[in-house]
């Protein structure tokens, strides 16, 4: 069996390739594998810490098992990150998802419930009333006809119901955390990725480059958020194709003030649809100008703007003309309604 020989070479100091751990994974989510051999491979990687190839294997078999979403636009962007950084600010990252929506930009925005916040993109996006549950035909028609749809994990990766208890009872990261944000169940071919640690950031772009994604920028503010923050630097790699290259964001690109944590700092699902909301709506200050910075990263990544400070303007114009705002109101399915 591919997970006891998995574990076996872990238990001897080794690694796996790419094709052992996709076997091994192979094993773990189709039910060929009791619940210790779970506990034990995944504890196992995630104590020697994974490596880029092992990840690769798991999201190539975590992708082939996924529901697909056959959404037509390109660029397709995603925003979805590890999470982790345990900061609990507000859903930047979701908020910058509509800002980049209403500024012509087709999003399929992957995520899930919260792991380590009080409140993941799911519970936020569930509060505002977007519907979490959906066929995939329905998702891609969303995405081509209005630019967005929220791609609900659970919803897309049937398969991972065979690891949840194991993942629920070891109480700890695995790699199925980090295989998550590189399987978007529409395949999304740009990609900004926050991430809680620099080696994180590391990992996952030297995964990306194994598959060969088309670009990704898989990142670390060095306030230790997953989220860019006004006036703060962030590093990390630029994925493009095969190869990862060391990527660092200059606040000085942008003329904003430097944001404290503590200005982001968000709640429960019921505060954090507000503050979105009053963000999308236009509402100046710190949460705003965090929102325009992600978006303009994503904007850039995707290619829809050729200068960071063009995008910038763009985000903007995405608020401030409203149509950051329809974008979630189509998504809620309240078109005209704000």
Request: charged share 25%; aromatic share 4%.
């Amino acid at each position: 069996m591919s997970v006891a020989h998995a574990i076996r070479r872990l238990a001897d100091g080794q690694s796996l390739t790419r094709e052992e751990a996709r076997a091994a994974v192979r094993d773990l989510v189709g039910g060929q594998s009791s619940e210790a051999q779970k506990g034990a491979l995944l504890l196992g990687l995630a104590s020697r810490g994974e490596r880029a190839a092992e990840l690769a294997g798991t999201v190539e078999e975590v992708r082939e098992r996924m529901t697909p979403v056959p959404a037509r636009r390109r660029p397709l962007l995603d925003t979805c990150g590890t999470g982790g950084d345990g900061a609990s600010t507000f859903n930047v990252s979701t908020a910058a998802a509509f800002v980049c929506a209403g500024a012509g930009l087709a999003v399929a925005k992957h995520g899930n419930r919260s792991v380590s916040s009080r409140c993941g993109s799911a519970d936020v996006l569930e509060e505002l009333g977007v519907p979490l549950e959906r066929e995939a035909s329905d998702a891609a028609e969303e995405i081509d006809r209005h630019g967005f749809a929220f791609l609900f994990a659970p919803a897309f990766h049937p398969a991972m119901r065979e690891v949840a208890a194991a993942r629920r009872e070891l109480g700890v990261r695995t790699i199925f955390n980090l295989a998550g944000p590189l399987a978007n169940p529409a395949g999304a071919d740009r990609q900004l990725i926050g991430v809680g640690k620099f080696e994180i950031a590391r990992l996952l772009a030297e995964a990306l480059a194994i598959l060969g994604t088309q670009r990704a920028v898989v990142f670390h503010s060095e306030n230790g958020l997953d989220e860019l923050t006004p006036g703060i630097p962030a590093i990390g790699f630029d994925v493009r194709g095969r190869e990862a290259t060391p990527w660092r964001f200059d606040p000085g690109v942008l003329a904003q003030r430097t944001v404290e944590r503590s200005e982001i700092a968000g709640g429960d699902a019921a505060q954090n649809a507000e503050l979105l909301r009053r963000v999308l709506e236009g509402e100046p200050g710190p949460r705003r100008e965090t929102v325009l910075l992600n978006a303009a990263a994503a904007l850039w990544v995707a290619e829809a703007e050729p200068a960071f400070h063009e995008a910038y303007e763009r985000a903007r114009a995405s608020i401030d003309g409203g149509a950051a705002r329809k974008a979630l109101a189509r998504a809620a399915r309240e078109e005209g309604s704000r």
